[in-house]
């Protein structure tokens, strides 16, 4: 695998919207073609090579190449976006859409991420070492089609609206959560480690909610229906079973309705 | 203005009755003229090229509320489609509703120059103009929709035609509409109480009248006014498997009535997107009955029709029909709109996939092709999508590529899931007819010009009509694969509108000089109508009158046909 190493060398004054950096876009291309890719600040159109140093070179596809982003990311956005292959590591915090739409490799960050990464994520995975901003593996705005497949692994905490629309795949945070879980969620499992406030499951149609912690306030559409003991990936313990949104329409599967399930944990 | 002279294209052109020939094509002053009298033309080299009149479209949902309604809610519908600001082209976005400058240009790229807005509420006639006032190129106008009117039920369940005609003459002149629009006729006032009218005697709760009631006045009226459209009807039970029959009730209600118009249409039914309404059997086992709708349509003259084709894409629907778009949405579990205009209409918009691995889809977009292939009269069938109901105007030339090409069909059946099950409940397996661009020019032009009432502008070649002239990259003598017909006919090479040159190069080159058409029709003085609309806004209506007509400004452009119906 070839590394490519970008550095931030100039701040953006706005944001920098830098949906080329991933393997796909550099695969194939040496320092100087990377940096004159383009990056947009607003309407105006800039080269990769005005924000970041550039060095190392790809590799043949997007899956021989690894892409390193140094310094403060905090105004870049669109890392990783759709990307298919390969890894992508950021040393910085990040700012949205991290992975958005993306369909297979690997994305750590060691820092934060903003709001809407791994928005219509496909497949692949992403690692946060820090905490999640809102919208985490959700739709993007509008959409019914959520995360699908893939993993998002998170350290500390998420914000609001994680999984929106999820349909498949899998979401962990290590730390706690903000309000809004899988809301309108078809499938898919979502690990809370820490706390949860409330709108767990609003309109979730299908999928698993796990929480380890407290829920604020539960949703009156989720109803208890017994205690399970559970053991997976290195989980283990008695769970509270709840079956929900009571609320919504519910397909059937060999003459069985089929309910979201959230399982809150109550003993070791 | 500067003239122009076309020389040496493949013209196709109905109105003249060329069919392929060479010929040249010249400009001036706006209007198509003799060759002859153009003295110092811009020579445009068309040579191997393919020339027609500009494109004419009867029946697309672009402009006003319930299109602004599917911008508003599907955000998903702009991702990655914006396209930024070039030159002279504005910035554009949206893919099955798309915005009003994308609409103006994307129309243009086709070679299409005048298109009608199907449905506009009269309450929000206002946000209908401002829409296409902001739609560059195209010449346009508006349907108001009256088949859920208060005003024409109460008229008409007492058969008062020439009440029932005043009033349209007087909300013609308040919304500057163009023709009499009817979307399923009483069953959107039904569902005001969560009810329908399922076929066309069944009764409109309160009203104490049928739908053939409502369909056959407002022929009666639209006759007596002498407009230069037809009465244009969305029937009831659209989608609906078995529906055909209630299509060929529908259609029989123009029986035994004869055209009153000035302007040179034949008929005095225009039955819209007819896909929708040619359905057979019953639940997930529907089928094909566009033999059955096509006996009817090739043996009745006073009739016109337009496709309605599916295309197999991602798209939104919207209709006044309030039910439909209900059912819709209990069917996908996708997002719903629903709105109550108040005593005129209603309307709903959901997004919908059409897939070629669902079976009800694969079958609708064969019933949509069938209805052309099967048709006798090119004049009186016209081309379109229900834009954006069955997929969005920007497939007509794939659907031109279908109609055109049995290879393509072919191509198309075998990327079916349910392929076999698909040809058993359809026809067009076994069609081998390939239509050609004469019969397109004829379904695309010169036909839906003259079902308007606008032949006498649009939808040929002759000296004195407007110079809307489309050169296209296409050269009919030469091999050519299915695609390139879509490529080609996609992106016009130039295009004239009124005598503009506003794609040059396959760019755009002016966003032209766009006009509003509507009808002034003059009736006699009727002050009991005049008494029922004042009492009807003071006692319902949540706006007065004063806030009610679309006055000047809203049309900066306006061209006005007068008719003359005092007597
Ligand atoms: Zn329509």
Redesign the pocket.
Known sequence: METVTLTIKNQPELYLEADNITPDAFAGKKAEEIAALHVYIGREQHQLGDFFEVSGGAGATPEETKVVVNGDLSRVKYIGMKMTGGEVVVNSNADMYVGAWMQGGKITVNGNVDAFAGTGMKGGEIVVNGNAGNYLGAAYRGDWRGMADGKITVAGNAGSDLGTFMNGGEIVIGGDVDVHVATHAEGGKIVIKGNAKSRLGGQMVGGEIYVLGNIDVMMPGFAYREDVDIEMDGIKGRFALYEGDLGERHRKRKGQLIYAKLYQQIGA | MAEYLIKNGFVFDPVLGIKGDAADIAIKDGKIVETSAVKNPKVIDAAGKTVMAGGVDV???VAGPKVNIGRNFRPEDKLFGYKPKNGIERMQGGFSVPTTIRTGYDYARMGYTTVME??MPPLYARHTHEEMRDTPILDQGAYPVFGNNWFVLEYLKNHEIENTAAYIAWLLRATKGYAVKV?NPGGTEAWAWGLNCENIHDPVPYFDITPAQIVKGLIEANEYLGLPHSMHI?ANNLGTPGNYQTTLDTFKLSEGIKPNSKFGRDQVMHH??VQFHSYGGEGFNFESKAPEIMDYVNTHDNITIDL?CVTLDETTT??ADGPFEHHLTELNHLKWANADVELETAAGVVPFVYSANNKANAVQWCIGLELALLAKDFTRVFLTT??P?AGPFIRYPRIMKWLMSEEARKQQFDAFKHKDKVIDATNLAGIDRELDLYEIAQMTRAGPAKSLGLAHMYGGLAPGLEADVAVFDFNPNEPYAPDDIEKAFSNAEHLFKAGVQVVRDHNIASNGNKRTLWVNAKVNENPQVMRDVKEKFLRYYTVTLNNYEVTGHYLPNPYVIEVDATQ
């Open positions: 029946h697309a949902h199907a449905a979307v969305h819209t997107h309605g919207m209709t229900d834009h109901n």
